[in-house]
């Protein structure tokens, strides 16, 4: 029997729709824009375990970075039935190279511990089961936010999605992403585990221009891509951590520590270039003007060392992220970084991100 199902190529950041069969020891699936594929059933592999009433995600051997959801609970049963490996649980193969980091850097801890705060995060980042990251990423939002109010005025979303639709245009493999704004007092964005990228309307209200958010975004997008908030949670939680999620532990009790929330948000100098670059170059190829990143830049080298507001004994606690202070507060070099940012080439033309009534209702979403 034919079911409908949606499709993550992992290259083109939107799902497709696609009608799906099974074929002797295979899944076959095509749709308008998706050819037919034929998946190995032994090559599957769920990314969650299957749950009733929840979509079944799967992946596959030749195509890890992709996704095959399906919502036919009657398809679901049948198949997991008859392959037990899609019951859930880690594959061996993931398993296998968990480990086998693990044991080389146990063997040889001593004289390669400089390894593991380096080459190792990079690799084992890839690897965390994205149940994992989902979750570490909700936690480092609540846990930040905390009570703040999350904005979600419909028109101001519209042009958050803009936002989007235009770095899409110069990189269609953007990661998959969630962007969400709360009405913060402080001037602030990060990327948290999971693809989740959070501006404070703060922000937004101080940009003159949607270029100027939308490089911040491109930047924030930098680090979602380059899993540089899940190589944080390697580096600072260590193997163990990894270890104890893989086993089926969590790392809820880690999370929940301010100073664990405060690593992860902290990235190396490198990182912060390697995501400078990655929204150099993706505003440039989607024709967006850089220069509004670099007014950006120039806006936080005066706020840089703010006066100490007078303390009001009245005021509300201050949320976790407003204790952390601006957002570049640890960030390198300010100056270097609006260097490295140039105009669109000569005879490149900007595009127009958005009108001036859907920049107006980006300001306005949290009304």
Same mark, same amino acid.
């Given at each position: 029997?034919?079911i409908?199902?949606?499709?993550?190529?992992?290259?083109?950041?939107r799902?497709?729709?696609?009608?799906v069969? /099974?074929?002797?020891?295979?899944?076959?699936?095509?749709?308008?824009?998706?050819?037919l594929t034929?998946?190995?059933?032994n090559?599957?592999?769920?990314?969650d375990?299957?749950?009733?009433?929840?979509?079944f /995600?799967i992946?596959?051997?030749?195509?890890?970075g992709s996704r095959?959801?399906? /919502?036919?609970?009657a398809?679901?049963?049948?198949?997991?039935?008859?392959?037990?490996?899609?019951?859930?649980?880690?594959s061996?193969?993931?398993?296998g190279?968990?480990?086998?980091?693990?044991?080389a850097?146990?063997?040889?801890?001593?004289?390669?511990?400089?390894?593991?705060m380096?080459?190792?995060?990079?690799?084992?980042?890839?690897?965390?089961p994205? /149940?994992?990251r989902?979750?570490a990423?909700?936690?480092?939002?609540? *846990?930040l936010?905390?009570?703040?109010?999350?904005?979600?005025?419909p028109?101001?979303?519209?042009?958050?999605?803009?936002?989007?639709?235009?770095?899409a245009?110069?990189? *269609?493999?953007?990661?998959?992403?969630?962007?969400?704004?709360?009405?913060?007092?402080?001037?602030n964005?990060?990327a948290?585990?999971?693809?989740r990228?959070?501006?404070t309307?703060?922000?937004?209200?101080?940009?003159d221009?949607?270029?100027?958010v939308?490089?911040?975004?491109?930047?924030?997008v930098g680090h979602?891509?380059?899993l540089?908030?899940?190589?944080?949670m390697?580096?600072?939680?260590?193997?163990?951590?990894?270890?104890?999620?893989?086993?089926?532990?969590?790392?809820?009790?880690?999370?929940?520590n301010?100073?664990?929330?405060?690593?992860?948000?902290?990235? *190396?100098r490198e990182?912060?270039?390697?995501?400078?670059?990655?929204a150099?170059?993706v505003?440039?190829?989607?024709?967006?003007?850089?220069?509004?990143?670099?007014?950006?830049?120039?806006?936080?080298?005066?706020?840089?060392?703010?006066?100490e507001?007078?303390?009001?004994?009245n005021?509300?606690?201050?949320?976790?992220?407003?204790?952390?202070?601006?957002?570049?507060?640890?960030?390198?070099?300010?100056?270097?970084?609006?260097?490295?940012? *140039?105009?669109?080439p000569?005879?490149?033309?900007?595009?127009?991100?958005?009108?001036?009534?859907?920049?107006?209702a980006?300001?306005?979403?949290?009304?």
């Open positions: 029997m034919k409908g199902a949606t499709f993550f190529d992992g290259e083109i950041a799902d497709k729709v696609v009608s069969r /099974r074929v002797d020891d295979a899944v076959e699936f095509i749709g308008d824009d998706t050819p034929r998946w190995t059933i090559g599957m592999h769920p990314i375990p299957p749950q009733p009433g929840q979509p /995600r992946t596959h051997d030749d195509k890890p095959l959801v399906i /919502r036919d609970e398809f679901i049963a049948e198949l997991v039935a008859a392959n037990k490996h899609l019951k859930g649980g880690y061996f193969k993931h398993i190279q968990v480990f086998g980091w693990t044991a850097g146990l063997a040889s801890f001593a004289a390669l511990g400089w390894l593991a380096t080459f190792l995060p990079g690799q084992l980042a890839g690897l965390l994205d /149940r994992m989902n979750e990423g909700t936690q480092v939002v609540n *846990s936010v905390g009570a703040s109010k999350k904005c979600e005025n028109a101001g979303k519209e042009a958050l999605a803009l936002m989007v639709a235009a770095l245009e110069g990189k *269609s493999e953007l990661p998959p992403l969630s962007v969400e704004v709360y009405d913060l007092p402080i001037m964005a990060f948290a585990p999971g693809g990228v959070v501006f309307n703060e922000l937004i209200q101080k940009a221009t949607p270029e100027e939308i490089g911040v975004f491109a930047h924030e979602v891509a380059l540089h908030p899940e190589q944080q390697v580096r600072i939680a260590g193997l163990q951590v990894l270890i104890a999620a893989l086993t089926g532990g969590g790392v809820g009790e880690y999370l929940g301010i100073a664990g929330i405060a690593s992860i948000l902290r990235h *190396s990182a912060e270039r390697e995501a400078d670059a990655f150099r170059d505003m440039n190829s989607a024709a967006v003007d850089p220069t509004g990143l670099k007014t950006f830049f120039e806006k936080v080298m005066k706020l840089e060392k703010p006066a507001p007078p303390k009001d004994a005021a509300a606690e201050p949320s976790s992220l407003e204790k952390f202070g601006n957002m570049f507060s640890t960030h390198p070099d300010t100056e270097e970084r609006i260097k490295a940012i *140039s105009p669109l000569a005879g490149v033309t900007p595009v127009k991100v958005m009108t001036d009534a859907q920049w107006q980006l300001r306005g979403i949290c009304k």
